[in-house]
């Protein structure tokens, strides 16, 4: 790049880092949201908190690297054009091309970027999310041990500890067990704690009952005991393996899924077109900034402000990726639709690209440029050019 290329693109480097750092306070914030429920009924502490908010962060990256490239590109030329400095550019003798290469490098960088995070990143934190979560919900004993609340560690199974003494003992417990067409029996104990037991999790009750509804006579049983163990391991016993959502996989399992994986039309439908949006989301990183350069420097300079045309630029691009996602939707159920996804990106920049190289500053740029500026500052003279 030469001196005036790798200048624009120095200034797109710093608001992208702002708002990249801006908005992905943002976007984590709102989407930690979903993860609190699991870590506050199952027990866990700060750790498993961040540790599970931090493997949202590719999907966070997601979206921001997007919106982070175009509020980069309408901050830098906004910030270009009301110090003139765009327009010393073209008066010197600068076409709107040779201005909107660093964009087209800016844009090639964020599709490197986004590929990177939206084709293994992404999935690859989705899968071990998915494990963690699995893993804190199974972890019964952190489910138990909290008191003065009913506790639900599994299906079927109701626990309520009235306290729980420093030294982990277990007062006033409650235990209902209905499972597996069983008996529903409940357990009543002054004391107790939880144990390992031949290897296994085991909850011991001291001074406590036992009943239960005889199907036969329709009568209530109830039974006292002085001690009696409870083997918790059938409430973690695993009920196979778990099938992976299409965004925990990668694209190339994705594109041509495995039969006895999506075993429906509308869940093979679902593989293909997430498998293309992994591919063509990145394409959105060039563009975005390339929509936003064809926006703001598509019309005359001017004195009085480039608010409007920064809200267009804005605007547009934000409509470019929701047509993206409308695009994305409609053709979830018509998988022979996949080359829309592609569509949306490529015509939108291609759009943008024909826009700023045929486009030329309007004749109202005499009245609002700086003293001494050509009257179309979008045209350079013979001798502009060859100096």
């Known amino acids: 790049m030469k001196t005036l290329e790798r200048y624009i693109f120095s200034q797109l480097l710093g608001p992208l ?14 989407l930690s949201l979903r993860v609190i429920d699991t870590v506050v009924n199952n027990g866990q502490g700060a750790a498993v908190f961040l540790e599970l908010t931090g493997l949202m962060l590719p999907l966070v990256m997601s979206i921001v690297l997007q919106l982070g490239a175009l509020g980069a590109t309408v901050y830098a030329l906004s910030r270009l054009m009301n110090e003139s400095e765009l327009v010393a550019a073209f008066a010197g003798g600068a076409s709107k091309m040779r201005v909107a290469k660093p ?21 690859s934190a989705a899968r071990t999310m998915r494990d963690r979560i699995d893993e804190v919900r199974s972890d019964l004993v952190a489910g138990l041990i909290r008191d003065g609340r009913f506790m639900h560690p599994a299906s079927g199974v109701t626990v309520y500890i009235r306290e729980v003494t420093p030294n982990n003992e277990l007062l006033g ?56 163990s409870y083997d918790l391991s059938p409430l973690l016993e695993s009920k196979g393996a778990r099938v992976r959502k299409p965004s925990e996989r990668y694209f190339w399992e994705l594109i041509n899924p495995d039969p006895e994986v999506a075993t429906t039309p509308k869940a093979r439908g679902k593989f293909i077109i997430e498998g293309h949006e992994q591919l063509s989301a990145p394409l959105y990183g060039l563009a975005l900034p390339l929509v936003a350069a064809a926006v ?18 804005l605007i547009l691009g934000a409509l470019l990726r929701v047509i993206g996602l409308a695009v994305k939707s409609l053709a979830t159920p018509t998988p022979e639709l996949w080359p829309l996804l592609y569509a949306v990106p490529i015509l939108g920049g291609g759009a943008a690209l024909w826009s700023l190289s045929v486009t030329r500053l309007g004749s109202g740029a005499r009245s609002s440029a700086a003293p001494g500026t050509p009257p179309d500052i979008g045209q350079a003279t013979g001798n502009e050019v060859a100096s």
């Open 296 to 313: 703001m420097m598509g019309a005359q300079f001017t004195r009085r402000g480039y608010g409007k045309r920064v809200a267009m630029a």
């Open 103 to 123: 964009f087209i490098w800016f844009g090639l960088f964020m599709i490197a970027l986004l590929a990177i995070d939206t084709m293994f990143l992404m999935p």
């Open 173 to 228: 417990i409650f235990l209902h067990v209905d499972r597996d067409n069983s008996t529903p029996v409940t357990y009543t104990a002054k004391r107790g704690f939880l144990t390992r037991y031949e290897d296994k999790p085991t909850l011991v009750m001291f001074e406590g009952k036992a009943q239960f509804l005889d199907e036969k006579t329709r009568q209530l049983q109830l039974g006292a005991f002085k001690s009696f």
């Open 17 to 30: 880092g702002f708002f990249v750092l801006v908005l992905t306070g943002v976007m984590w914030l709102l």
